[in-house]
């Protein structure tokens, strides 16, 4: 009967069609069933995934810059987390809050943990360092039970009375004299991470003291930037609140931002999580406004300077966080900055210190860059970890052209301490190879001609662990000294090597490795 039916013709050509989707459709379905699973495949979604998704907070990670277990174990449950991917006893899974759903973020976990290597291949120096003193002699303080701890948390020459000072996670600011005798400036309400030293015109000086507000990496916001009186017997009432409610914060740097005769300050809030890089403004009353430049965590250090010589004050900023780099703020003469990056790096590489310093001597400002951070979630030693110097290509634009691998390196300071007309290099590190190569926790790099460095490893492992380091001349003899700031108690803490057992001193905040060149007049750094 229904045969017989006559149908439409566009009934007809709607049956056909659909009749030739289905068929079309079961063949594919067929061919996709027959089609071995392939793991390049996911490999290759995987890659594409990351480029659009890990790019939202940082530079798009390398699966080589990681080694396998780090992974898997580490990095990459913490992208999980950012990523609003649940993780419950190391099964992964996807809610109404995911950016992505759960097949795509295993693609991902499947492309760093199929192409990442094994181990890490640790270069070896393409100069064998020296062991020895080079131009410098130990000089150490005499240890007292009231006194500093080996906790040291900041290190600074005060160029004003030329004399250097310390800070130490129990909260307290010292001021330490020529031979060496230590004196408690003020106990602060948590430890000092950084300090400016200013001197007024009635003599008065005055210590812009950065306190970090909690040690531990927690969101928490009680930093403050104070400033103590150093004259005199310290009150109390001596103290101005500038900055509170800061997160982490680390360093403070200084300049009259929007030239109306009262000097503001920028300050880093590291964070955790969260972070940020804040203006703290003047006002005409002597309260202090916080305005947001960046809203990013990570900032740890500071440089001023008129960067594009428009007569007004900028700012440069390390980030060490998720989003690795330095960021130069160019003044709007509007109260606020113009954002430019400088230099990019890696989630992974631990970005730890910058300096700004003419290396070849052409008037433009090159970049010494350490990294070597470890503490996060790959603790493995990294062949990336180490010394950079970037030169000044014109405009702002670097090229790198030296590296030196140090293990966990922390921070870098040029100067020319042989007083030989070029800039040397002074390195500490806090996550060196303590277990096979211990030696590199400092490091000297005297530079014997153009951008070529001789290595020397000063014997100097076992009485700290360097987390902080100064420069300046201490004596007052025309030489320049290296002070290191001991973090070495508790003993275990932050010690990423198995089968290793610290046999650093506990008990001295400090060293100092005297400068004893012949020559008599040292370059001061900048």
């Known amino acids: 009967m229904l045969l017989n039916n006559k149908l439409k013709p566009n009934k007809v050509i709607i049956i056909a069609v659909f009749s030739l989707v289905v068929a079309i459709s079961w063949l594919t379905g067929c061919s996709n069933k027959n089609k071995p699973y392939s793991v390049q495949d ?4 995987g890659r594409q995934l990351a480029t659009k998704y890990c790019t939202l907070c940082h530079q798009l990670p390398s699966p080589a810059l990681v080694d396998r277990a780090s992974w898997v174990s580490g990095v990459l449950p913490a992208m999980a987390k950012q990523l609003h991917i649940q993780n419950y006893m190391g099964q992964y899974y996807a809610d109404g809050n995911s950016l992505l759903n759960i097949v795509q973020w295993q693609k991902i976990v499947t492309y760093y ?99 970090i507000g909690v040690m531990a990496p927690i969101n928490v916001a009680k930093g403050k930037v104070i400033q103590v009186k150093l004259n005199g ?43 940020g890089l804040y203006l703290l403004q003047q006002q005409t009353n002597h309260t202090y406004v916080k305005k947001l430049i960046r809203n990013e965590a990570g900032g740890e250090q500071l440089i001023t300077g008129d960067f594009n010589n428009d007569g007004w004050p900028d700012v440069m900023c390390l980030f060490a966080q998720a989003d690795e780099g330095i960021w130069m703020f160019l003044n709007d003469h509007k109260g606020g900055f113009i954002t430019q990056n400088l230099l990019h790096f890696p ?143 508790p003993g275990r803490g932050f010690v990423n090597q198995k089968g290793f057992a610290p046999q650093w001193d506990e008990k001295n905040p400090i060293i100092v490795l005297k400068n004893i060149s012949t020559s008599k007049a040292a370059n001061t750094p900048k």
């Open 42 to 45: 996911d490999i290759d979604d």
């Open 113 to 211: 943990s199929k192409t990442s290597p094994m181990n890490l291949v640790i270069p070896k120096p393409g100069v064998q360092p020296l062991k020895d003193w080079a131009i410098f002699s130990l000089l150490k303080p005499v240890a007292k039970p009231d006194g500093p701890t080996a906790m040291t948390t900041l290190l600074a020459f005060n160029p004003f009375d030329k004399q250097f000072y310390s800070g130490d996670a129990a909260n307290n600011f010292y001021k330490w004299d020529k031979k060496l005798n230590s004196k408690l400036v003020k106990s602060m309400p948590s430890p000092v991470t950084g300090v400016i030293f200013t001197k007024d015109a009635d003599n008065s000086e005055s210590a812009i003291l950065t306190c």
């Open 233 to 275: 017997k310290i009150k109390d009432d001596q103290q101005v609140i500038i900055g509170d409610s800061l997160p982490r914060s680390v360093q403070t740097v200084a300049a009259d931002f929007n030239k109306d005769g009262l000097t503001d300050y920028v300050v880093c809030g590291f964070g955790h999580d969260n972070g």
């Open 347 to 489: 989630a992974v590489y631990g970005s730890s210190s910058f300096q700004l310093v003419d290396f070849n001597h052409d008037g433009k400002p090159d970049i010494l860059y350490t990294c070597g951070d470890n503490s996060d979630y790959s603790k493995v030693l990294k062949p990336y970890h180490g010394v950079y110097v970037f030169t000044n290509q014109g405009n702002w634009k670097f090229k790198q052209t030296y590296f030196y691998h140090i293990d966990g390196c922390t921070k870098a300071i040029a100067a020319d301490f042989d007083n030989d007309g070029d800039l040397d290099i002074a390195t500490i590190a806090f996550f060196a190879d303590y277990k096979y190569h211990p030696s590199a926790g400092f490091t000297y790099l005297e530079q014997t001609g153009p951008g070529k460095f001789m290595p020397h490893e000063l014997p100097i492992e076992t009485y700290g662990r360097w987390l902080t380091m100064e420069v300046g001349d201490i004596d007052q003899d025309g030489k320049l000294d290296i002070i290191l700031g001991n973090f070495s108690t």
